[in-house]
C-alpha cells in the first residue's frame, strides 16, 4: 500500500495534492460469553466457519433478541454484523421449525447475496429470496413451507402484503423481522418504509403475532431514535463493537485548483491499475461515474478491460456480471455510485478512491469499510470537490475523523406520503379506530380526505377500500410521485437504456440534453411528456448540459416562528412552480460555455415544507453602504447554507432547494428560503430552523475563508443552480451572515480589487437582465 | 385544492371527522330467510326456474387412444391404421401396454384430475357426472382481492326437472362467515362446480375469504370454468368473452337496467350504512341473472356444439333495434 502512495508522489504528474493523511490503527478483538449456548447444530457449523468465539456485540445481540427486546445493532463494517441476525434468528428457529422470519434489505442485490450466507450454516430450515425475479412456482412453495423469506422493501409493499391472505401460514407464525442497512431508510424512501412496516405490523396484529424486530445500521447520530420511528416500537441499542480491523490509511486529496476531480480520480485510479491493486472508486452521480470510466480507459490503453463503471440504471444482468468479475478478480478496477456502497460482497479489495463527499459521514465510512476487509492494511483516497462539503473537510482536517454522524430523518407525518399508503392499508385490511394508533394523527384525517374522494368508504365503524384499481401500483416507495421516464435509444430500434424519476426527467433530458450511458454520451432528441419517453441519439461530443429555470415561491401556512438576532426565521408549508426554461452547453475539460437553447416545457408544481429567513431593514441599508449587492448576498447565502445543510441532516444537496428574493409578496423584507425537494417534505428545511446558529455559523466560515476571490464551488457557487450563479456577492454574503448571527461586521481587506470586480459583475448583471 | 389546504381546512371544520359506529340493525330482505351458521346468521334466498340445463350426453373416454402419454396425432392415426380404436386393445401392446393399464385404472377409479392431467376434456370428463351433481357458483363482493369481504354467494343446482336458485346473503359484513359456512355445507352434496372466471376469482376469493374468517375449508371439486371455454372456442367470434356479450349473441338476451359490476361494492357498502334493503336488490338480481346465463349457456360453449353467432348477432341486433 504505502509503495502505491510513494509512486504517486513521485510521478511527474504529482502536484502535492496531499493535504493531510490520517492512519487509523487497527484495533484487536474483544469476545463475549452467550449466557446459555447456541443450538447444537448452529454451534457446529459456527466451528465449521471457524467461529469459535463471539465478539461483544454479537452475544449481546443475541441475548437481548432472545429476551425478546427490539435492537438495533450499529457497528462499523465487516464487523459480523449480519451474525447479530443470523445467530438469534436461526437459534430461535432451530427450537421452534414452525416459527417464520422476514429480512428485509433495500435491494434485491443485497437479498440474495445474504442467502448465500445462510446457506453456509447447513440447517434444515427452508428459505428463500422472494422479489420480483422469483418464478412463479417457486413463489408459491415459498409462500406456503418457508421460515425465512429475504425481500425487499418493494415487494413487501406490492407483492407480499396486500396478499396476506394466501400467506397466513407465513404470518401466522412469524417471530422476527430483520431489517438490515437501515441507515438506508432515510428521507423520502425511508418515510416510505416507514409506511409499509406500519402496514406490517398491523398484518402481524390481525394474524395475532407481536414479532421482535432486528435492525443493523452503519453508524448514524441516531441509531435508536431512528429505528424506534421507523417501526413505532420502542428499540434498544447494541453498539459495543468487539470486532477487530486492519490499519487504514486514509489521505486527504485537494486537487489543484480549476483542474477537475475527475481527471485526478481517474489519475489515481489508473496508478492503481497500473500496480495491480484492485480498486474501488466511489462518484456521487452517475454522470461522473462514466467519465471516469472513460479517462481512465484512455489513460491505461489497453488495461481498459479490467476496469469497469457500476451504477443503478444498469440492467440487473449488467449489474450481476459486473459483480462477478469484481468478486472473480476479472475485473480489478471499478468505478462505481453508491450503488456498490451497501454489503454486497466484492470480494478483497485494496484500494478505495472516494471521488468526492458521498454526502454523509455514515456513508464515507461505508465505502472506506469496503477495503481492507479481513484485518488487511488498506489505502483510502478521499479527493474533494469544489463544494462547500468537501472543502469544510480540507479546511478541517480533523472533522472528517470526529465529527458524528448525521441524523437520518424521516417524515411519518408527511400527508402525500401517506395519502397512497392509507389507501393501501385498506385495501389489505378495513382500517377500524384500532388501527389509529400505529400512525400519526394525521391518518384519521387523510381517511376523511379519502372518503370525500370515493377511494375510501366508512360503514359499520370501518373504512373500507372502493375500487378496481390496485393501490399498491399507484405507491412508488422508491421516488415521491410521478411516473417514472423511460430513455430510449433511437440508433438501435429504440431500445430500452434506463428509467429516470420523473421529478427530475425536464432537468436531466430535456430536448438537448446530454445524458451518458456506459461511457457513451446520448444527446436527447425528444421527449415525450404524454408517453413519458425520452428518445436519445449517440453522438460523441465533449460538452455537458446544464439547464436553467424560472421558480417561484408561494408560502401556504406558518408551522413555526422565531425571532433570531432581529431578524425573523419560520417554517411551514410552501408551495413552490417551476419551469426549466433553457440550457447551456459547457465543455468537457474546460467548464466553458459552448451555446445553449430555449425550452419550452410545462410547469411543475411542487408543495412541500421548508424554512426561510426574513431579514431585517439593516440587511438593505448596510449592503448599499458598503456597496455591496445584496440580491447576489442572499443568493450566496442561500447556495452555501443549502451546501452545508447535509452537515446536520442526513440528506443530499438534490433534497434541497432554494430561493432568494429582495422583496417577497408575502414577507417584508428580504428573503431566503430552503426548502425540501419532495413532495409534502421529510424535514430537512425544518432541521436547517433548529440548528440556525450552527448552520449559519458554518456558511460564513466556509464563506470567508474559502480562498476563491469572488466565489466557486467551493463555498457560494451551487451545481444546479437555475441561474448559471449569477448574481453572486460573496462578500455580500459575508455581510448578511454577519446580520443573521448578531456579530460585527468589518469589510475585508484589500477592498479596491473586490469593488472593481464587483462593478464588473454588477455591470454584467445589468447587461443580461 | 392541494393536499396541505385540504388538511388545514379540515382542521377548521372538526364535524366532518365524527365518524361514529352506528349501530347494525338487521334488515328485512324482501322473500329471504334467515339461516344460522357457524354460530351467526344470514339470509337465504331461493327461487325455482323452469330447467332442466342441457347436459353433454355419455362419452367414449375409452376411444381416446391421446390420453395415453406420447400419443399425439401422428401415433394415433398410425394406431388406427393398425386396428386399435380403444384403449383396452392396447393392454397388450408391447410399446403402448403400460400406458394403456394406467389409464384404465383411472378411468375405473373415476379419478377426473389424474385424467384431465392426461388431457382429457371438460366434456369428457362430464359423463362421470349426472346432472344432479352440478352446481352453479358466482359470487359478488366488495372488492377484486380477496382481502375485501364478499357478501353475496349465489349457487344454482337442478332439482327434480327444475332450475334452483339459492343465495346466501350477509346483511352486514360480520355475517360473511355464515354465508361461507351456508355454502360449505351445501357445495358438500354436489361434485362439480361450474362459474364464469371462478378459476382465478370466484373460488380462490371464497378460500381466501374463509381463511381471514378463520375457517380452513378446501374444495376438491371438479371445477368447470366457462370462461375458458368460451374464450377457447367463442373469442373469433364475439368482440369479447364476457359474460354479457355471450348472453347477447347466443342466448338473444339484453339486461335491462343491469347494475354494473363496478358499483356493486361501493352500493353494498352505502347498504350497510343505510340498511335500505332497496339498494342491494338490484344485486341480488344481478347475481341471479349471472346464474341463469351460467346455466344456459353451459352447454353452448362446448367445442360440438355448433354455434350459430351470425344469427344470433342478427338476432340480438333485431333485438335491440326494436
Redesign the interface.
Known sequence: MDFLLEKIKSDPGYKEQVVHTEDISPYSPEYGELSSPLHGLLNKALSQQGIEKLFTHQVEAVEKVRAGKNVVVVTPTASGKSMCYNLPVLDGLLRQPSGSALYLFPTKALGRDQVDTLREFNTNLCFGVYDGDTPGGEKKYLRDVANIIFTNPDMLHQGILPHHLKWHCFFSNLRYIVIDEMHNYRGIFGTHVAHVLRRLRRVCIYYGVDPVFIFCSATIANPRDHASRLAGVPVEKVDNNGAPRGAMRFVLWKPPVHTPYIQDAAWILSRCMETRLRTITFTRARQAAERILRFTKKDTGEEGGAVTAYRGGYLASERRKIEEGLFSGRLRGVVSTNALELGIDVGDLEVCIIAGFPGTIASTWQQAGRVGRKNKKSLVVFIAVENPLDQHFIRNTRALFSTPSERALIDPSNPYLLMGHAVCAAHELPVSVEDYHLWDDIFQELLVLLEEDGDVIFSDGKYYFNGQTYPAKRVNIRSSSLEPVSLRDTGSKNRLLEVVDGDSAFSQVHPGAVYMHQGETFVVKDLELDKSTAYLEQQDVDYYTMCSKDKSTEILSIEREKEFNGHKLYTGQLRVRTRVTGYIKKEEHTGQVVGGGNLDLPEQVLETTGMWVVFNSRAGELSNEYNLHLMGGLHAVEHASIGLLPLFAMCDRNDLGGLSVVEHSQTSGPTVFIHDTCHGGVGFGERAYDRAQELFETTLEAVRYCECEDGCPACIHSPKCSNFNRPLDKEGAVLLLHLLLGWEYHPTQHESPKIANREKLKTAARKLR | M???????N??KDRS??N????D?KPVNIPGGEVITSCGEECVYLQEVYPGPFSFPGPANLCRNLRLLRGVGPVNESRLQEQGYFSIQQLKCHPRWGECASEVLRLLDEKNVHGLQKLGASDWDLLSFYDAGEVVFLDIES????????LFLVGVMYCRDGELVSGQYFAR??GEEKAVLGAVDRLLQNFNVIVTYNGKSFDMPYIT??C??RGLFYRYGHYHVDLLYHARRHLKHLLPDCRLMTLEEYLLNFRREGDIPG?LI??TY??F??TGDAGLVQPVIEHNKLDLLSMARLFYLVNPECPVDVELSRAQAAAARDT
Open positions: 392541494s393536499l396541505f389546504q385540504r388538511l388545514n379540515l382542521k366532518r371527522e365518524k361514529v359506529k352506528t347494525v366488495t372488492g377484486l382481492w380477496a382481502n375485501q369481504p352486514y359484513y381466501q375469504r381463511v381471514a363496478y361494492p361501493q357498502h352505502r350497510v350504512k
